[in-house]
């Protein structure tokens, strides 16, 4: 679930926080068994991506990078919900991740 900040309307064009809120866990999920609980706050997540690397002693030997897969971090509170979804989608093995999402989420009051 996403919702606005609920401040006075302000800029229209400037990013606004919001928060994704945990509604939901599958019984036999993996998110219920690292101990995520309905009601709290996703802070950010990691997520997968192509990039280059750049190994030294290839450089050195006059080669190039080479295409890798990278694990960075999104912060949700400036993302979409599709946006923190998909980076959360993207950990998995069928998409080319490793299977393991990393989620930094505050537990609501």
């Known amino acids: 679930e996403e919702s606005g900040?609920?401040?006075?309307?302000?800029?229209e064009d400037a990013p606004q926080a919001r928060q994704i809120v945990?509604?939901?866990?599958?019984?036999?999920?993996?998110?219920?068994?690292?101990?995520?609980?309905?009601g709290d706050?996703?802070?950010?997540?990691?997520?997968?991506?192509?990039?280059?690397?750049?190994?030294?002693?290839?450089?050195?030997?006059?080669?190039?990078?080479k295409p890798t897969l990278l694990k960075s971090v999104l912060a949700a509170e400036k993302a979409s919900f599709e946006t923190v979804l998909a980076a959360i989608g993207s950990n998995g093995q069928e998409a080319q991740g490793n299977g393991q999402v990393v989620l930094f989420v505050e537990r609501g009051g």
Not at 41 to 65: F, N
């Open 5 to 11: 900040d609920g401040g006075d309307g302000g800029d």
């Open 41 to 65: 706050l996703v802070r950010a997540t990691t997520y997968v991506t192509m990039g280059m690397s750049y190994p030294a002693w290839q450089l050195m030997l006059g080669g190039v990078g």
């Open 22 to 38: 945990v509604t939901e866990l599958l019984d036999s999920g993996s998110a219920r068994g690292g101990g995520v609980e309905v």
